[in-house]
């Protein structure tokens, strides 16, 4: 990179910030919940110095309080396309596929997210981008309608176009080009009350899935959750009551454990906000709301089958507590200590050699175990930067109403998301996979 140019990492760094600033303005729970996780993470911290340690070591203790995950939603193809040139001027890139449409939600969607380790150690932000699907309206006329709506708006300034466009041609930014960018870039994800439609369109759109008239009825795509991380879920579950929060019923995801794997999420109920329509109507919209997300190790794909069969085989419930205990008796058939998710190829792991392992000769028939054993390396659980698909349309759903039939022709549509989004995803796997690889090379073990 040309040295006068700004880099993606700070770019990305300074357009995250200026949007939980922006959130925070605009859902002063959220803020409320920064606070509330902030604590909590420093509580855990303080009882296990331990875990401390470990995160000081592995790179990951400065990131936890900076990383965040966004969430928008988009209409068409060609807003799909724009957001991935936009994206990656901060160093983001589309990885994964998930179809959301078995779950009862009508987009199918792919995280923007950075994908090297100095840019995740940097700042990890992430983007859940969910396309419409507009092939799931089931009334053609109304089909027709909101593809008209969407095709009559565009969700970017002209500015920030044209700033898209310099940097595509100039290769980077100068730090006032950066700056303005991550300004205008900003205008597409702010609420916005007026509607772009009557309110009898809205009504239209909403009858057929609240989602749909998220997307469709608003001149841009309003950043509707943004989530910090938590070392501790379950305690900030308790206690957001006390700061006036009300929690989803449920934690998503696999249930407390040891080795915390994959992801947890829970969400305060979203807002009821105040919308204008057209033709001089009030009404209300519920679709912001905040989140919390505690992160655990990727999974190799035999974990992540092993994984998905137990959770189809839990199920879903009403009570938390109860929820929970009965996730833990059924995953209690995933190992939960970190040398047996090794042993079984369960989940990935960065190596790297401690100070006193410098010198020890390492080969590709050295026993991993017996070497950490002894001291010379260090295994660090590879932190998952990843969605659950599953996980994403409970908290979707438990914002939106409570629409659970599926709204698919029963198969996913990876070809035609990519088709709209301009490339191919990225496999988060490769990545992970690619990562531990790595770090095997860099101690002598491949």
């Not at 995280?111 to 981008?129: G, K, M, Q």
């Amino acid at each position: 990179m040309d040295a006068h140019w700004v880099s993606t990492d700070s770019i990305r760094e300074d357009f995250s910030q200026a949007m939980s600033a922006m959130y925070q303005q605009e859902v002063p729970q959220y803020g409320t919940l920064l606070r509330l996780v902030a604590e909590v993470n420093q509580q855990v911290l303080t009882q296990d110095p331990q875990l401390a340690q470990r995160l000081a070591q592995a790179d990951e203790l400065d990131r936890i309080s900076v990383e965040r995950h966004g969430a928008i939603r988009v209409g068409t193809a060609a807003e799909l396309n724009m957001l991935r040139q936009l994206f990656a001027i901060m160093g983001m890139y589309p990885v994964g596929y998930y179809d959301l449409s078995q779950a009862g939600v009508p987009v199918h969607s792919t995280a923007f997210r950075p994908v090297d380790d100095a840019a995740l150690r940097r700042n990890p932000f992430r983007l859940f981008t969910s396309l419409l699907r507009l092939e799931l309206i089931d009334d053609v006329a109304l089909r027709q309608q909101a593809s008209e709506i969407l095709a009559a708006r565009d969700i970017f300034t002209p500015r920030c176009r044209q700033l898209v466009e310099l940097q595509q041609q100039q290769g980077g930014f100068t730090a006032g080009q950066a700056e303005e960018f991550v300004s205008e870039a900003l205008e597409t994800f702010r609420w916005h009350q007026q509607t772009t439609v009557d309110s009898a369109t809205w009504q239209a759109l909403s009858q057929q899935h609240r989602l749909v008239a998220d997307v469709v009825c608003f001149p841009g795509c309003h950043i509707n959750h943004l989530t910090p991380r938590t070392l501790d879920i379950d305690r900030v579950q308790a206690l957001m009551p006390q700061q006036g929060i009300t929690p989803k019923a449920i934690i998503e995801g696999p249930p407390q454990r040891q080795v915390p794997i994959l992801l947890r999420q829970t969400s305060f109920k979203a807002l009821d906000e105040a919308v204008r329509f057209r033709d001089g109507q009030q009404g209300t919209h519920t679709a912001r709301f905040g989140e919390i997300e505690q992160r655990g190790v990727a999974l190799t794909r035999k974990g992540r089958e092993l994984y998905d069969r137990l959770l189809t085989q839990a199920g879903s419930g009403a009570d938390n507590q109860q929820h929970q205990q009965h996730l833990a008796t059924v995953f209690s058939a995933f190992p939960d200590d970190e040398a047996t998710l090794r042993q079984q190829q369960l989940a990935w792991f960065e190596y790297r050699r401690s100070a006193q392992g410098q010198d020890h000769l390492i080969t590709p028939a050295s026993d991993i175990e017996q070497l950490i054993a002894a001291g010379v390396l260090a295994a660090e659980p590879i932190i998952y930067e990843d969605f659950l698909p599953v996980s994403a349309a409970g908290i979707f759903q438990s914002n939106l109403g409570s629409e659970t039939h599926a709204r698919s022709q029963g198969h996913a549509s990876r070809e035609q998301f990519e088709q709209a989004l301009g490339t191919a995803v990225r496999d988060e796997i490769e990545l992970y996979a690619q990562r531990e690889q790595a770090s095997r090379q860099r101690c002598g073990l491949l």
